[in-house]
């Protein structure tokens, strides 16, 4: 007998795995193809976590997470000036991906449309689809630095269209939408009563401009949640500690799916955050560091004739164009590892108009980087020969 449910048939593997996978074995690998930063978390941060569990908070949490936490998020630089209350507009959960899961849970029906970038992080379409949801693609292209359009946006709402994803700064492209541009999408969601989910796991690494969110811009904190993670900005991956913060409703929705799935967040961790959101200045050193990558690695790309890219704007990706080498996204990434064991992702593997580039995520130390650009130049030269 099968007893798998039709919603876990559809879950696979994602791509940025199998790359890995593909790796395995290999020696002297240089990976430029996972989302997260080769620094530790910053000792302070840690010392908070064991101080937490010297005296004893070690015991489950409210299932909203400790109002301790909740209202560090709420002072957190990045939401304050909007005022969340901490008690009924934020919960804490296990990661962003719980708190994406969580909202996806409690907003989505069965054929609900949602309005997704592509290319976009890959996980999104497949948590859709596991909530029943129906992602439809709103294509963002290179001659346009990758901004997504309020106009590209607009021409897909249907009856259906029940909520707008969106991601900034960008996984995989490094974009940033421009603050103009963020109120046109402001004024099609209003236009059309959408609700708004903004992952804003990168908000931190912004090099150009102060990070604005869709929830400041006038009416719109009442018709969008705020997804982060103490992840990227705190290099906090293996803490599994992030957040959401919304309308009280859905917020309460959230937090009693939580108390069915998997109760709280972890009890120090989020002992440890409090101390990180407290001290922002962590997060800027770490921003520092990837301003020092991105100068690596774009002037690597900047040697190479062939390879055009549009500047990242945030995040630690640059997401370069390969279409002029004659092979496929995947197929140019299998022979940069076969050849010269460097990992990055195939752009086609975040959506259909991603193919014809690749994901390259400058996580690596500046020694790996360097090699790995030389690497990279090298292969490059050598496709370009024949």
């Known amino acids: 007998m099968d007893y798998l449910s039709e919603r876990a048939k559809q879950l696979h593997q994602g791509a940025i795995r199998a790359m890995f996978d593909k790796s395995a074995g290999m020696d002297d690998i240089i990976n430029m193809g996972i989302g997260e930063p080769d620094?530790?978390?910053p000792v302070k941060i840690c010392e908070a976590a064991s101080q937490a569990l010297k005296e004893g908070k070690t015991?489950?949490?409210?299932?909203?997470?400790?109002?301790?936490?909740?209202?560090?998020?709420?002072?957190?630089?990045?939401?304050?000036?909007?005022?969340?209350?901490?008690?009924?507009?934020?919960?804490?959960?296990?990661?962003?991906?719980?708190?994406?899961?969580?909202?996806?849970?409690?907003v989505v029906n069965e054929g609900d449309e949602v309005l997704v970038q592509d290319p976009q992080w890959l996980n999104y379409v497949s948590q859709i689809q596991f909530f029943g949801g129906v992602p439809v693609p709103v294509p963002v292209r290179s001659k346009e630095c990758f901004v997504?359009?309020?106009?590209?946006?607009?021409?897909?709402?249907?009856?259906?269209?029940?909520?707008?994803?969106?991601?900034?700064?960008?996984?995989?492209?490094?974009?940033?939408?421009?603050?103009?541009?963020?109120?046109?999408?402001?004024?099609?969601?209003?236009?059309?009563?959408?609700?708004?989910?903004?992952?804003?796991?990168?908000?931190?690494?912004?090099?150009?401009?102060?990070?604005?969110?869709?929830?400041?811009?006038?009416?719109?904190?009442?018709?969008?949640v705020v997804i982060n993670s103490l992840s990227k900005a705190f290099a906090m991956t293996g803490w599994r500690l992030g957040y959401a913060a919304g309308p009280a409703d859905i917020i309460k929705k959230m937090t009693q799916a939580q108390e069915n799935i998997s109760a709280c967040a972890n009890s120090a961790a989020q002992a440890a955050a409090v101390y990180a959101l407290k001290h922002p200045d962590f997060a800027e050193t770490i921003r520092d560091e990837f301003v020092r990558r991105r100068k690596i690695i774009l002037a690597a790309l900047d040697a190479?004739?062939?390879i055009s890219y549009c500047v990242p704007q945030g995040a630690f990706y640059?997401?370069?164009?390969?279409s002029a080498y004659g092979m496929t996204s995947y197929e140019f990434c299998s022979r940069l590892l076969e050849e010269e064991r460097v990992?990055?992702?195939p752009g086609s593997a975040f959506g259909v108009c991603g193919e014809?580039?690749?994901?390259?995520?400058?996580?690596?130390?500046?020694?790996?980087l360097t090699e790995a650009m030389r690497r990279f130049s090298r292969f490059c030269e050598s496709v370009r020969r024949g």
Request: net charge negative; charged share 20%; glycine share 4%.
């Open 304 to 306: 190479i004739p062939e």
């Open 343 to 345: 990992v990055c992702i």
């Open 39 to 41: 620094l530790n978390t």
């Open 356 to 368: 014809g580039h690749i994901r390259m995520a400058y996580t690596c130390s500046e020694d790996e």
């Open 318 to 322: 640059v997401f370069p164009d390969i």
């Open 148 to 224: 997504l359009k309020a106009a590209e946006i607009e021409k897909r709402i249907t009856a259906k269209t029940k909520l707008l994803m969106l991601n900034s700064p960008n996984n995989p492209t490094g974009c940033v939408i421009p603050p103009a541009e963020l109120m046109a999408i402001a004024d099609i969601a209003k236009k059309y009563d959408l609700l708004v989910v903004s992952d804003e796991v990168y908000n931190t690494i912004c090099y150009e401009d102060t990070f604005l969110s869709i929830s400041m811009l006038p009416d719109m904190k009442k018709r969008t």
């Open 59 to 106: 015991h489950y949490t409210p299932n909203a997470g400790t109002l301790e936490c909740r209202q560090a998020v709420a002072a957190y630089s990045s939401i304050k000036t909007l005022q969340y209350d901490p008690v009924s507009e934020i919960i804490i959960t296990p990661g962003g991906m719980g708190a994406l899961s969580l909202f996806l849970s409690v």
